[in-house]
């Protein structure tokens, strides 16, 4: 089966107690038995629920791996990674990552012995330099939010089955549309289905794919003992939006780079951040691992001025302010008023976030309507 199948036939069957062609929500707790031990495979729905298995069973067909877990929120996926290691054992992490992993890591997993090296992996010989016999698990974040860096996943995949550790990629932001990581050597995929899985900005959810059946078993283990589950409600609203995501991505990508070229020959406009680019650093990467560029994008206007680019922000009238991605209404955020005002203003010049850098997740509308809005918002 292909890709743009699996996303509508992918571990999905007609329901057996009445043929339902849409998986119904299975909106109960429990589950009668006949006899003691004696059921139909459901006891419990932290364990298990209908709803939420088909879910599981799609998010395995569309990233290509043998088992699915969904979770309630992308970082309760997360969570669950990290329990499967213990005090004194070592993380190695892509620098710039998605903040609230960031918070989970230093906030909560320190605290419990677990150490985090956070490394930019442009250049690879800097997971090497932290690999020690402590080290378990490498975490990538590729592209990465804000600034678009891409991390070549074939090569610390490489490093990773060397040194017989864990690797485990968000593909959030890219999908299984444009990167599968199953294929390219990761042991575990994530997800924050609130984004584009989701894709209609109505569910906040996680999900991890993978490929080995004994770490599903110790996952599926965790998912039941922690219980972050995804509720029946939300399994079958992912289920839905799974239906479409080749065509959302395709008018993303499309969407993604007219915004991309218009924002790059704008007078106003200093830099775009689009990984399509020739002159991105790292494109011929993204060109290999990726089908297509994607709908998100960040960009910098000239002069850098804070007040400015706020009131470009109020000027949009399509985009809407807001903080997450990948729905079908395009987005603009402010990082360095929102995402990443935590961080001291010389610390996130660094890392390039500016105070004129604008994050747009370019949704699915009329191109010509979003290119108009940005038009009138950066000349006022
Ligand atoms: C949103 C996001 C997360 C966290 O997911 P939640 O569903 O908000 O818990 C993790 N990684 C990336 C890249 C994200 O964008």
């Not at 992996?121 to 402590?134: G, K, L, P, R, S």
């Not at 996943?153 to 549309?177: E, G, M, S």
């Not at 992912?238 to 070229?261: D, F």
Request: glycine share 8%; hydrophobic share 40%; proline share 4%.
């Amino acid at each position: 089966m292909k890709f743009n199948t699996k996303t509508i036939h992918g571990g999905q069957k007609p329901d057996k107690a009445y043929g339902a062609v849409m998986m119904p929500i299975y909106q109960t707790s429990t589950y009668a038995q006949r006899s003691p031990g004696d059921h139909k495979g459901y006891e419990y729905s932290r364990t298990h629920n209908p709803t939420r298995t088909a879910l599981e069973n799609a998010l395995a067909s569309i990233e290509n791996g043998n088992y699915g877990l969904a979770f309630a929120s992308g970082l309760a996926a997360i969570d669950a990674v990290l329990k499967l290691f213990k005090s004194g054992d070592e993380v190695i992490s892509t620098n710039d990552l998605y903040g609230g992993t960031y918070r989970l890591f230093t906030k909560v997993f320190e605290d419990f012995g677990i150490k985090f090296h956070f490394v930019g992996m442009n250049d690879i010989t800097n997971v090497e330099a932290y690999i020690n016999q402590n080290t378990k698990l490498i975490w990538v974040e590729t592209p990465t939010n804000p600034m678009m860096n891409i991390v070549d996943i074939k090569a610390v995949a490489h490093i990773a089955k060397q040194n017989k550790l864990l690797l485990a990629v968000d593909n959030t932001f890219a999908t299984p549309y444009l990167q599968q990581p199953l294929a390219l050597g990761a042991d575990i995929v994530m997800h924050s289905a609130t984004k584009y899985i989701g894709g209609h900005s109505d569910l906040v959810m996680g999900g991890l794919v993978v490929n080995d059946k004994e770490l599903a078993d110790k996952l599926y283990f965790i998912q039941n003992a922690s219980g972050a589950i995804s509720s029946p409600m939300d399994s079958f609203l992912a289920l839905r939006g799974i239906k479409t995501l080749h065509v959302r991505m395709q008018r993303h990508c499309e969407n993604g780079k007219a915004v991309a070229e218009y924002l790059k020959t704008h007078p106003k406009v200093e830099k775009v951040y689009w990984p399509g680019f020739e002159d991105h650093p790292n494109h011929l990467i993204a060109k290999t691992q990726m089908n297509d560029f994607g709908g998100m994008l960040s960009f910098v206007t000239k002069g850098d001025n804070y007040e400015q680019t706020v009131k470009i922000i109020e000027n949009l009238k399509i985009f809407t302010l807001a903080e997450s991605l990948g729905g079908v209404e395009s987005l603009a955020g402010h990082p360095a008023s929102m995402t990443h005002a935590s961080i001291p203003k010389e610390e996130r010049k660094k890392i390039g976030i500016v105070d004129s850098l604008i994050r747009l997740s370019i949704g699915i509308e009329d191109v010509d309507d979003l290119i108009a809005d940005l038009e009138q918002a950066l000349g006022k």
